[in-house]
T-cell receptor
């Protein structure tokens, strides 16, 4: 079965520090990969997605992610954390054939002043 | 364009009751998916509708059902509510439900079962 693993249910960084949220997927076929963010009491908002056009994907709010096939990873990074980045982040994967999104368990990001 | 809207935003029900949640997709979007979000299980796929037909279904009991209307609006119904059905129910829409398409999520309906 397809699965997504997000390492670390909670990550805490200082304001201005590097943000690194990890995502690994299980797949033997090329996937489509997504990162979503969820702020309290809100739905999910797309940060970025990988659809095989380029391995380094830039998203909104200064986030980017790199698709590494050899490592089956799609880690999310941001060079400098802002207080407003505090939220829950979800990595998701889908495959060809109208399959639904499969989400990781999520990583809660805290930003310390 | 208006985003995905869900009504109601909050619901409190008691065990054994049934509930209907509504989702209006972004104009022009024909695919609507439903997800259940709980602290323990995370985000789990319920079902997807496209052109009034259920195209995909997750691993949920038959108490969970849905439908889609000709204007792409969708409803989901949960019958004989159980305490474990307490969750945030999210609806997402996309143009055609293709794998590489972005799904746009609504704010969710928070259901509490007492």
């Amino acid at each position: 079965a397809q699965s997504v693993t997000q390492l670390g249910s909670h990550v805490s960084v200082s304001e201005g520090a590097l943000v690194l949220l990890r995502c690994n997927y299980s797949s033997s076929v090329p996937p489509y990969l997504f990162w979503y963010v969820q702020y309290p009491n809100q739905g999910l908002q797309l940060l970025l997605k990988y659809t095989s056009a380029a391995t380094l994907v830039k998203g909104i709010n200064g986030f980017e992610a790199e698709f590494k096939k050899s490592e089956t990873s799609f880690h999310l990074t941001k060079p400098s954390a802002h207080m407003s980045d505090a939220a829950e982040y979800f990595c998701a994967v889908s495959y060809s054939g109208n399959t639904p999104l499969v989400f990781g368990k999520g990583t809660r990001l805290s930003v310390i002043a | 364009k208006a985003g995905v809207t869900q009504t109601p935003r909050y619901l409190i029900k008691t065990r054994g009751q049934q509930v209907t949640l509504s989702c209006s997709p972004i104009s022009g979007h024909r695919s609507v998916s439903w997800y259940q979000q709980t602290p323990g299980q995370g985000l789990q796929f319920l079902f997807e509708y496209f052109s009034e037909t259920q195209r995909n279904k997750g691993n949920f009991p038959g108490r969970f059902s849905g439908r889609q209307f000709s204007n792409s609006r969708s409803e989901m119904n949960v019958s004989t509510l159980e305490l474990g059905d307490s969750a945030l129910y999210l609806c997402a829409s996309s143009q055609a439900g293709l794998d590489q398409e972005t799904q746009y999520f609504g704010p969710g309906t928070r259901l509490l079962v007492l």
